[in-house]
């Protein structure tokens, strides 16, 4: 009995130690590798045909220059091995009419690295690929570019500016998370800018409150009025305003919650100064990211600070 007993300690020992091991398992994000590669980067595999690189590689709306919406790079599906599957974003094409009908789209998160999201795109044919993605194209853009927002987000979560959200909250009653280096500031009536003012890329969020506006045409008017009193140049006479027909109005929910985004470019009356921009507008409030970049490439850095518009409850 005795010799009986101690074996069944030495064995719960290790069906113990078997069961924190398969438990790890189970739980495979303290196991996998981090992801490598820079934001907006995607790794194509199996894409014979370009169809998917085309897709992801159509232009941004709302850049006064042509930047595509991602960066691409593509490898069939024999090369992809272990060094590539660490990539941060990876659509992964397959044509077999045996196993699909028609152009089917899913994904998962956190396949073989963290934080990583992984797109399966299925096709009976190369056709039915084209004609799958020319309706689901919009649909698989947004899907990789709000995996990289979330990225943003968890990387703001950890380094953020609580001096300035305490002074959002206290303004305006509500919580918007602030990058780390956005240390300038200007308040005004109902109005905050706040700004890393970097000699390279300097990038800008702006909160203000104003009337309702009904329509695009509106936002624009009232836009322009908030900006002509509070974002001047080296002169009264210079300000910032909109470039009317660049705006683009798209209605979205977030956190339960109808709000509309707008789009466009930015200029200083007066003044060889400009660039995109991107607002978020809930009711009389607005959350904005701008960006002065010139010389430079835009994409990056705008959705970047754009990340910080979707903390805003």
Same mark, same amino acid.
């Given at each position: 009995? !005795?010799?009986?007993?101690?074996?069944?300690?030495?064995?719960?020992?290790?069906?113990?130690?078997?069961?924190?091991?398969?438990?790890?398992?189970?739980?495979?994000?303290?196991?996998?590798?981090?992801?490598?590669?820079?934001? @907006?980067?995607?790794? $194509?595999?199996?894409?014979?045909?370009?169809?998917?690189?085309?897709?992801?590689?159509?232009?941004?709306?709302?850049?006064?220059?042509?930047?595509?919406e #991602?960066?691409?790079?593509?490898?069939?599906?024999?090369? #992809?091995?272990?060094?590539?599957r660490? !990539?941060?974003?990876?659509?992964?094409? =397959?044509i077999?009419? +045996?196993? @699909?009908?028609?152009?089917?789209?899913?994904?998962?998160? =956190?396949?073989?690295?963290?934080?990583?999201? $992984?797109v399966?795109?299925?096709?009976?044919?190369?056709?039915?690929?084209?004609?799958?993605?020319?309706?689901?194209?919009?649909?698989?853009? +947004?899907?990789?570019?709000?995996?990289?927002?979330? %990225?943003?987000?968890?990387?703001?979560?950890?380094?953020?500016?609580?001096?300035a959200? %305490?002074?959002?909250?206290?303004?305006?009653?509500?919580?918007?998370?602030?990058p780390?280096?956005?240390?300038s500031?200007?308040?005004?009536?109902?109005?905050?800018?706040?700004?890393?003012?970097?000699p390279?890329?300097?990038?800008?969020i702006?909160? @203000?409150?104003?009337r309702?506006?009904?329509?695009?045409?509106? @936002?624009?008017?009232?836009?322009?009025s $908030?900006?002509?009193?509070n974002?001047?140049?080296?002169?009264?006479?210079?300000?910032?305003?909109?470039?009317?027909?660049?705006?683009?109005?798209t !209605?979205?929910?977030?956190?339960g919650r109808?709000?509309?985004?707008?789009?466009?470019?930015?200029?200083?009356s007066?003044? !060889?100064?400009?660039?995109?921009?991107v607002?978020?507008?809930v009711g009389?409030?607005?959350?904005?990211? #701008?960006? #002065? %970049?010139?010389?430079?490439?835009?994409? =990056?850095k705008?959705?970047?600070?754009?990340?910080?518009?979707?903390?805003?409850?």
């Amino acid at each position: 009995m !005795a010799g009986w007993c101690r074996l069944s300690w030495r064995a719960a020992g290790l069906l113990l130690g078997a069961a924190i091991v398969l438990a790890g398992c189970d739980d495979r994000q303290g196991l996998l590798p981090r992801s490598g590669g820079r934001p @907006y980067e995607v790794l $194509v595999v199996g894409d014979r045909s370009q169809t998917v690189r085309r897709a992801l590689s159509t232009d941004v709306k709302g850049l006064p220059q042509g930047e595509p919406e #991602f960066d691409v790079s593509s490898v069939d599906s024999a090369r #992809f091995t272990a060094p590539l599957r660490v !990539a941060r974003n990876i659509v992964m094409v =397959n044509i077999d009419p +045996n196993v @699909y009908t028609a152009t089917r789209i899913r994904y998962e998160k =956190n396949v073989f690295a963290k934080p990583q999201m $992984v797109v399966y795109i299925g096709a009976p044919s190369a056709k039915a690929l084209q004609e799958g993605i020319t309706r689901q194209g919009p649909m698989l853009r +947004n899907l990789l570019n709000r995996a990289e927002i979330n %990225a943003s987000i968890g990387r703001l979560k950890r380094q953020r500016n609580t001096q300035a959200e %305490a002074m959002v909250r206290q303004m305006f009653g509500v919580d918007l998370w602030i990058p780390m280096d956005m240390v300038s500031s200007k308040r005004g009536k109902d109005f905050l800018w706040l700004s890393n003012n970097a000699p390279e890329g300097m990038q800008n969020i702006v909160v @203000y409150r104003c009337r309702e506006a009904k329509d695009k045409q509106q @936002y624009v008017m009232l836009r322009d009025s $908030v900006m002509r009193q509070n974002i001047k140049g080296e002169t009264d006479a210079m300000h910032m305003r909109t470039v009317p027909e660049t705006v683009v109005a798209t !209605a979205a929910k977030e956190k339960g919650r109808s709000i509309t985004i707008y789009r466009g470019l930015w200029e200083m009356s007066g003044d !060889a100064m400009g660039g995109p921009f991107v607002s978020h507008t809930v009711g009389k409030l607005t959350v904005e990211a #701008f960006v #002065f %970049a010139p010389g430079s490439k835009k994409r =990056n850095k705008l959705r970047q600070i754009e990340a910080a518009l979707y903390t805003l409850k």
